[in-house]
């Protein structure tokens, strides 16, 4: 238990970060998820149109601190690549 005032208030603010950065993480997962379940489907234009979604998402991960920048370039790169591998087939 917090003792000091100081770090009080860095238990409150890590609380209120934790909470902010689930909730960001739970959206990407989901919106990844969406283009996964297009292409596991065969549907090409819906996995198009998720993985838009889904690049703006992770994008948005990334400037709010949530996501490093490697991770979701690298995830936004593998997306693409099957989502691109799906329409030539």
């Keep these: 238990m917090a003792n000091h005032s ?7 603010q890590r609380i209120k970060r934790t909470i902010r ?3 960001a993480k ?3 997962r989901g919106v990844v998820k969406q ?4 292409l596991a489907n065969g549907d090409a234009a819906a996995a ?3 993985l838009a ?6 994008d948005s991960a990334v ?7 490697s991770t979701a370039a690298r995830s936004i790169s593998r997306l693409t690549v099957a989502v691109a591998n799906a329409k030539k087939a």
Excluded: D
């Design 26 to 28: 739970t959206a990407v």
């Design 63 to 69: 400037t709010k601190g949530v996501m490093h920048r």
């Design 53 to 58: 979604t889904a690049t703006s998402a992770l």
């Design 21 to 23: 950065n689930r909730s």
């Design 6 to 12: 100081s770090a009080e208030k860095r238990n409150r």
């Design 48 to 50: 198009a149109t998720a």
């Design 35 to 38: 283009v996964r379940t297009a």
